[in-house]
């Protein structure tokens, strides 16, 4: 992972851009410390569809005999 600083990251904006493409991550650093992260846009894991996926996964992995989330938000009113 490449870091930039952002004078360098403006005045090579079109060359950040084209490494971006070819999968590389680049770091923008403002004084030395890290404010942005330039990313592939297929790189992206939270994609709507990679967040539902999750979801699913998640709604499968959960044992039963748990609370459920209404009885947690009420068991929380109670206090």
Not at 17 to 38: F, N, S, Y
């Amino acid at each position: 992972m490449r870091q930039v600083g952002a004078y360098e990251a403006k005045i090579h904006l079109a060359e950040l851009l084209d490494q971006v493409a070819r999968g590389e991550t680049i770091i923008i650093t403002k004084k030395g410390k890290p404010v942005a992260k330039m990313v592939p846009i297929e790189q992206d894991p939270w994609t709507l569809d990679h967040i539902i996926r999750r979801l699913h996964r998640l709604r499968s992995e959960v044992q039963p005999g748990f609370p459920s989330l209404r009885e947690m938000i009420e068991e929380g009113r109670r206090f």
